[in-house]
């Protein structure tokens, strides 16, 4: 278990160098709300493109390791090179690279977590999820002291360094044998992501819901940074958003872990997303900086529900021999909202302003909490993120 818990720790780390930064660095660089706002929808179309190739290649070609590897090489090139570059198309070129191969680093790692975990007694995914989190949060707050200091331009550095450690640290953890993968994926167009389709009819449904779900929280994270900045927040306060909130995440994983386990993950997917919707509307009638930072400490214990409940119940809904191809799909539901919100969020942003934008998506994400009663697993395997193959619970 040491490698993964490795892996999640140092994860977090990576994302949180940059991520919580990534509108304001981009401002930096001379992007307005809708060049910011564009930039990252062409990221995450592509994204939606990679993300069955990302799985097909963890599950069936390269395995979960090499991915890892290749995922975290990838990202440290592009934003060492990002960090030195100029010209607008040139920078978002870059920046798309980078997100591309910084994509799939949660989600494979999310695969081989649900595996492991059923294989070792007492195992938890929502143990090993707590540490991205914490690394995440801690590693927000530091640079965000740092980049008071030496200014956002020293964020790429910082984030590929850590991006190049998660690569070497990759090589440490087991890789299943992929011969089930091979097997159910053999002769099918579109290989394994038809494979997963045809053994859970029910996920059309069920990625429906995480997108909706996944509404508020993105919209949140993408832009409620850059309405800080423009309220006078410096990088310590927009650190201290993101930091906070990943540190509330902490022993909210640990709870919803338990949670899942004797409400079912139908209803630790409701509540967290009626707490989520309910948070991105409250963010919708702020103008303070300080209460919106509040604010974001419940988004942590809401995103920790949602978290458990989502990736446990791919666990449950997919045999274990696909679970990188069923957690790239999610993450590919997750890109298909970035677009969404990309091309028109930031429109909506410059044109109505924040409450407008944080409005409509605190409504979707209500209408997440009402699908998932109806489409999820309603009950949670033994432990929190146990996988059974094959079983499909309901």
């Known amino acids: ?40 929808a062409v990221g995450a179309m592509l994204a939606v493109v990679a993300a069955p190739v990302w799985g097909h290649l963890g599950d069936v070609a390269l395995g979960r390791r090499r991915v890892l590897q290749l995922a975290g090489a990838g990202a440290a090139v592009a934003l060492i090179v ?35 975990v059923r294989q070792v007694p007492g195992g938890s995914f929502a143990r090993l999820r707590v540490l991205l989190s914490f690394g995440f949060g801690a590693t927000a707050i530091a640079v965000g002291v740092l980049y008071d200091r030496a200014g956002y331009g020293a964020a790429p550095f910082v984030a590929a360094g850590a991006f190049i450690l998660l690569a070497v640290m990759a090589a440490s953890i ?42 508020g929280m993105i919209a949140a994270f993408s832009w409620l940074p850059l309405r800080i900045a423009e309220l006078g927040g410096s990088p310590a306060d927009v650190a201290l958003a993101a930091g906070l909130e990943s540190f509330a995440e902490v022993p909210a994983f640990i709870v919803a872990g338990l949670v899942a386990t004797r409400i079912g993950l139908r209803a630790l997917y409701a ?21 919106m930072i509040a604010v ?63 409005g409509v998506t605190g409504v979707l994400t209500l209408v997440a909490a009402v699908l998932a009663w109806f489409v999820l697993p309603a009950r949670a395997p033994a432990d929190d993120a146990r996988v059974r193959p094959g079983a499909s619970s309901g």
Not at 272 to 291: F, Q, R
């Open 1 to 40: 278990m040491t490698p993964i818990r490795l892996i999640f720790l140092v994860l977090g780390m990576a994302l949180g160098s940059y991520l919580p930064f990534s509108a304001v660095i981009q401002s930096g660089k001379g992007f307005d709300p809708i060049g910011i706002g564009m930039v990252g």
């Open 271 to 291: 509540m967290s997303a009626v707490l989520m919707g309910a948070c991105v509307l409250t963010l919708a009638l702020l103008s303070d900086p300080a209460l």
């Open 82 to 116: 990002y960090g030195f570059a100029g010209g607008t198309l040139v920078l978002a070129a870059l920046w798309v690279t980078a997100g591309l191969f910084a994509s799939t680093t949660n989600p494979t790692a999310d695969a081989v977590a649900v595996v492991v």
């Open 174 to 215: 087991g890789d299943p044998p992929r011969d089930a993968a091979m097997r159910v994926s053999a002769g099918r167009r579109g290989g394994a992501t038809s494979a997963a389709f045809a053994a859970q009819p029910r996920l059309p449904l069920v990625l429906l819901t995480f997108g909706l779900g996944m509404m």
């Open 296 to 358: 974001r400490l419940l988004n942590g214990v809401a995103y920790a529900g949602i978290t458990v409940a989502s990736v446990s119940a791919l666990g449950v809904l997919l045999p274990a021999s696909l679970q990188s191809t069923g957690q790239g799909l999610s993450a590919m539901t997750g890109s298909v909202v970035s677009v969404l919100l990309g091309a028109v969020g930031g429109t909506i942003y410059q044109v109505a302003g924040d409450p407008a934008l944080f």
